[in-house]
Every structure is written in structure tokens, then in C-alpha cells.
């Protein structure tokens, strides 16, 4: 019996020891008895097919599943946690803001913050609706634009301020673009200002803006005797208090020999620096002290003149040369000690424009001589002659 497997005994031994044992086969039963309470023991293992794997109990969901646990078609792996996805959120609402509970402000001109405003611009305030003039002009203040320095005007429907001042403000004044500072105009309209129905304004009102600045210097005439002076149409510089040695210009004629001769004065100023790209409003006059006369030029010449030249050297090209242009009369005077201003921004301009390094000046009498072989004439120092220059910036 080599083919049973080891360890199984052969059935004819079995029957053998169950006869030898007696007692109706007690031992066979011991055999065949477990060892825990006499439980049958199991059949040997080959002769018994492997078990099949117990069916999880299915469990049928209720008509109200519990929130938040998956329905039976969704149940999840063993061993993977059950996704819940979040109901989608519904984003909050900003509050809408609160409808003024009055009048309001709706613009103003100039802007708050502005740079660089004039002097006169008028300031323009908007309403939201009809205004009462009485209670709205009265609710306006200003340290540097005071009520009672302004002149109030209203549109027809009353929703537009305008407030102008009845001078214009003084702009703040240096001697540099550095030095110069800028003035702030700063007003208020408080909430005392009420709509034509007797509402009062939202809430009290503050605005401000800067004024231009003036950028204000002085610049001397050059003393170069080349570049400032005078010279004679005989073709010489002069004499006496009008030689080139002396620090004067005049302008007239004068007895040489037996005839008269015509002056004209030159005047050079040089510049320094160009304008700077934002300037604006450029001023320039210029000035000089009448130092000395000689008879009665003003009365016998006529009106005294002022052209703009340019020129390398003072001698008779300068004399004779072509002017830019014509720049006008100075004003007469007829008593030393005078001062005679002419206006000049035009030419100063022009030459800045032109980057030219001097801005120069020639002046005559409308008529060259009265040929009375007497002089007539007007003398001016070099050092009272100059040109006072201003302009604006933001």
C-alpha cells in the first residue's frame, strides 16, 4: 500500500484493533472523537475541498441615509476613507453703501493736490444738487483766500460755486528753482452749507492746491568794454566820459570838430544756464540809471529806441548792423538821476532758444543828429545797468 500517503493507517488494520477492543467500537470512537468536549474531530485534510470565502453581509441602506455617508453604489475600498465633497459656498455680498444723507461735493477744480495753478484761477465747486447760496457761501474759509477777499458766482440752477479772488495771490519767490516755494491754498466748506430743500451738506469738505513759484534774478551787465559801451559814427569809440576806458554808455550825438556825430550804447548780459523745461511765463526788463545829460536830448532826438542784436565786438559793424528786431521806446525822461526800463522777454527768449551764450542789446535816438553841432546826449553807468529776469515753475 505504498501509494496511500504516509502517516493514514490501512482500513484492514483499523477493523483489526476494533475487534481486539471490544465495547461496540469505544476505541474507534475515541479515535474519531475531538479532544475539546467530544466534538467530532474534522476529516483529514486532503479528503476535505478548501471553504469558499464568506460574502460580506449586504446591508441595505435606510429610505434617509445618514448626511455625510455613502450610498451602497458608492461605498468605498477597503481601507480608503470616504470623500465627502463640500457643498459649494455661496460668496458674500458686499453691503451696498448708505445713500448720502445729504448734498454732496461732486467735483472740484483745481483738482485737490494740484500743482502748479495760477494765481487767479478761480476755484469751481460741483454739487449734487441745488444749493442755498446764503448758508453755502458762508460756509466757506480759507486762511490765504479769505471770504472777504473773493468774489462768489453761482450757475442758474445753483449746483456751481465759483469762488474767485478779488487779487491774485502772490506767488511764493526765489532766487533759484531751489529756493523757490510753492504756496498752498487750502478751503474748507463746512457741513453748515445746505441744499435749496434745507439739507445740510454730507459731511464738511477740505481741498488744497500749490501755486506756481516764481524763480526771480538779477543779471549785471557784462563789463567788457567790447560787449558793453558805446561807439560814434565817425568810427571811433569816444571821449571824454564816453571813452572806452570809462565804465559808462551813451547814447545822442555829439560836436566833433565842426559837425555832429551820432551814439548808440551797447549792452551785453550773459547767460548762464538755460530755462529750465516746465519754466513758463518768462519776464524780462531792463533797467538802467540815466548817471549824466548833455543838453536836451530827449527833446531835441526824439524818443530814445531799443533793438535786439547780436554782435562779436562793439565798432562800427555793431553800428550799422541789421537789429533782430525792434523792440520799442523806453520811456522818455528829461531829468538825471531817472531810471529807464524797457521790456526785453521777447529777445531773451529768443536768444535762450538759441543757445546763445549773451543776450544783447543797442540803443539810438529816433533821430540820429539835430545837426546843431551841440551835444545831446545820455549817460548811464555800467553798473546801474541790468536785466531782471522771472519765470514760473510748478
Not at 25 to 33: K, M, R
Not at 376 to 386: N, P, W
Request: glycine content about 8%; some cysteine; charged content about 20%.
Amino acid at each position: 500500500m505504498r501509494g496511500l500517503a504516509r502517516g493514514v493507517a490501512p482500513i484492514g488494520c483499523l477493523l483489526a484493533l476494533c475487534a481486539a477492543c471490544g465495547n461496540n467500537g469505544e476505541l474507534f470512537n475515541d479515535v474519531l472523537a475531538g479532544s475539546a468536549g467530544g466534538e467530532p474531530a474534522p476529516p483529514p485534510a486532503q479528503s476535505q475541498a478548501e471553504p469558499e470565502p464568506s460574502q460580506p453581509e449586504l446591508v441595505l441602506p435606510s429610505d434617509e441615509p445618514t448626511s455625510g455617508q455613502p450610498t451602497p453604489g458608492e461605498m468605498p475600498i477597503a481601507g480608503e476613507i470616504p470623500r465627502v465633497e463640500p457643498e459649494p459656498s455661496t460668496p458674500e455680498q458686499p453691503e451696498p453703501s448708505p445713500e448720502p444723507a445729504g448734498p454732496v461735493i461732486v467735483s472740484v477744480s483745481p483738482d485737490n493736490g494740484a500743482r502748479g495753478v495760477e494765481n487767479d484761477a478761480p476755484i469751481v465747486l460741483r454739487f449734487s444738487e441745488p444749493m442755498d447760496r446764503p448758508s453755502t457761501e458762508a460756509a466757506y474759509q480759507s486762511e490765504l483766500v479769505p471770504s472777504r477777499s473773493v468774489v462768489f458766482s453761482w450757475n442758474e440752477d445753483s449746483t456751481e460755486l465759483g469762488i474767485t479772488p478779488s487779487e491774485p495771490v502772490e506767488y511764493g519767490v526765489g532766487s533759484s528753482a531751489e529756493l523757490a516755494e510753492a504756496r498752498r491754498v487750502s478751503f474748507f466748506i463746512s457741513a453748515s452749507a445746505s441744499s435749496s430743500d434745507g439739507e445740510p451738506l454730507d459731511k464738511p469738505y477740505e481741498f488744497s492746491f500749490s501755486l506756481l513759484r516764481r524763480v526771480s534774478f538779477v543779471v549785471p551787465a557784462l563789463a567788457d568794454r567790447g560787449k558793453s559801451g558805446n561807439y560814434r559814427s565817425n568810427d571811433s569809440y569816444g571821449t571824454g566820459a564816453c571813452a572806452e576806458d570809462e565804465l559808462n554808455m551813451c547814447v545822442g550825438d555829439v560836436r566833433v570838430g565842426r559837425q555832429s556825430e551820432q551814439y548808440k550804447g551797447f549792452i551785453s548780459f550773459e547767460l548762464e544756464s538755460a530755462l529750465p523745461e516746465d519754466a513758463r511765463g518768462l519776464s524780462a526788463e531792463l533797467r538802467f540809471g540815466l548817471t549824466g545829460t548833455a543838453g536836451n536830448p530827449f527833446a531835441n532826438l526824439g524818443s530814445l529806441l531799443i533793438e535786439h542784436v547780436r554782435f562779436d565786438e562793439i565798432g562800427l559793424d555793431a553800428f550799422a548792423a541789421q537789429p533782430l528786431d525792434a523792440l520799442g521806446t523806453m520811456a522818455a525822461a528829461d531829468d538825471t538821476g531817472s531810471e529807464l526800463r524797457a521790456e526785453v522777454s521777447s529777445a531773451l527768449l529768443a536768444d535762450l532758444e538759441a543757445s546763445q551764450a549773451v543776450s544783447q542789446y543797442r540803443l539810438a535816438f529816433e533821430d540820429a543828429t539835430d545837426a546843431d553841432i551841440a551835444s545831446d546826449a545820455i549817460v548811464s553807468a555800467l553798473e546801474t545797468q541790468r536785466l531782471e529776469v522771472s519765470f514760473l515753475l510748478p
